[in-house]
């Protein structure tokens, strides 16, 4: 029987292991999760050929992917290298310049006193609109302002300053605590694009690749897009803002050129390779940044509209077969999901909570409840689902419209509940605000 293993335990993970169970060809194939911390253990029963799909960016950005295709065993995954357009913000940054690849105009600063110092001179700057005193700097002299840690930051190294007093509230713990916890001392700051978001997914074995629908995911922890950026509250799935004309212009201005520049500059990509996108009002699309995995929560939507079994295509993409398969069919209608959290996420929250309703999505072939921070706790006497995390519940549901999926979602979600709980009413919500 062949194995896939895929790494990782959070909702993204768990999706992916409910698609692969749901395929016929599931009587032949055992699938299994690992945590991060248990990749040690992935050698002892492994054979050339099983497959391990890697799901989170962490153990890409450690070398998983490079130490298994040493050893002969079949990955769906980046090397570390290729993972540099999600590990280093500035190393991608730098491949877009090199590739002319459309992105925001962009200075770095080292995380010490000067550096600070230089940053805090550029907010000045903005402020007075007086670019011609600083001829080193590359950005547009207006706010807001994206400030972006170069690092991996667990998703929400990133802050957006509406105003140069927002700006100087945030400079000094990003640069003297660290605020992020950011694996690097180098910061990015951006000009902002204003625009539609969409998320865009390239599957690719380095050579052939196939683009999946659009998605949309909703950052902000607020109704409205208020509050500080999450790892994501929600998403949907097709993105209603992106049309076949911006398709196109993706596809050719920026898909094209990432995949051959990183063949170009011998790091072939092998994986799925996320993209995050604003297009501007005249339908310019703009990188905002690459990520080397799936995105969490959009592949919850993704797996809940894929009509196509996913275990070939993860097969061929580790095995460069890519071009062979047709492109994957997907569900007529949309799919959305709504994040359940606990209450203070993203900053300092509780956990081990009880939690209740969750049975909710029995009534409902349709909705699926996928576990992203729980833990199973009990006996023979019967087992209990309790809160471990910030981002617990992934309610995702497939619908005929994206008001019947959303009307599913919530109704289900309405009926689950722990202390402190909450999340977004807004998702798939488009009637009120652009997210």
């Known amino acids: 029987m062949k194995c896939i293993v895929i790494i990782g335990n959070g909702g993204r993970e768990e999706s992916i292991r409910w698609k692969l169970s749901e395929e016929t060809s599931s009587t032949a194939l055992h699938v299994s999760m690992l945590a991060n911390d248990d990749n040690l253990k992935l050698h002892e029963n ?18 998983l992917t490079d130490q298994l295709v040493s050893d002969g065993i079949p990955v769906f995954g980046p090397s570390k290298l290729a993972g540099r357009l999600e590990t280093s913000k500035l190393w991608a940054k730098q491949f877009m310049e090199r590739n002319d690849i459309p992105t925001a105009k962009w200075s770095i600063f080292n995380r010490t006193s000067q550096g600070m110092t230089d940053a ?26 994206v400030i972006k ?35 690097s001392n180098k910061i990015l700051f951006e000009d902002f694009i204003e625009g539609q978001e969409a998320s865009c997914f390239v599957l690719t074995d ?39 004309e ?8 920026i ?31 703009y990188v905002i940044e690459y990520n080397v995995r799936f995105g969490d929560p959009e592949c919850q939507v993704l797996m809940m509209l894929m009509k196509s ?42 956990t081990q909570y009880m939690i209740e309703g969750l049975d909710a999505e029995l009534s409902n072939p349709n909705v ?32 005929d419209s994206l008001e019947d999926a959303r009307e599913q979602a919530y109704n289900v979600v309405e009926k689950i509940s722990w202390q402190d709980s909450f999340y977004r009413t807004d998702i798939g919500d488009l009637t009120d605000f652009d997210a």
């Open 120 to 145: 805090m001179d550029l907010l000045w700057h903005r402020y007075l609109h007086q670019q011609q005193d600083f001829p080193h700097i590359k950005l547009t002299p207006k706010f807001p302002v």
């Open 309 to 350: 079994e996913l275990h070939p295509y993860l097969e061929a993409v580790a095995n460069e077969t890519l071009g062979t398969l047709p492109d994957p069919e997907f569900y007529e209608g949309s799919a959305l999901t709504v994040v359940m959290c606990s209450g203070g996420y993203p900053e300092e929250y509780q």
């Open 246 to 253: 911006v398709k196109n212009r993706v596809e050719k201005e």
């Open 368 to 399: 699926k409840i996928f576990h992203a921070g729980t833990q199973q706790v009990g006996n023979h006497h019967g087992v209990k689902w309790i809160t471990n995390g910030g981002r617990v519940l992934n309610v995702t549901a497939r619908g």
């Open 46 to 63: 492994l054979k050339e050929d099983d497959l391990v799909v890697v799901g989170p960016e962490v153990p890409i950005a450690e070398g």
């Open 255 to 285: 898909i094209i050129p990432t995949l051959d520049g990183m063949r170009e500059e011998g790091l072939p990509y092998k994986g799925v390779l996320y993209i995050g996108l604003m297009i501007n009002e005249d339908g310019s699309p």
């Open 149 to 183: 840690e170069d690092g991996l930051c667990n998703g929400k190294g990133v802050v957006i300053c509406k105003t140069r007093d927002e700006a100087n509230n945030v400079v000094p713990s990003i640069f003297i605590t660290n605020k992020f916890n950011s694996t």
């Open 206 to 244: 380095g050579k052939d690749y196939k683009i999946l629908p659009y998605c949309q995911d909703y950052k902000p922890v607020g109704e409205g897009n208020t509050g500080p950026n999450t790892g994501g509250m929600g998403a949907i799935c097709p993105n209603t803002h992106v049309t076949e």
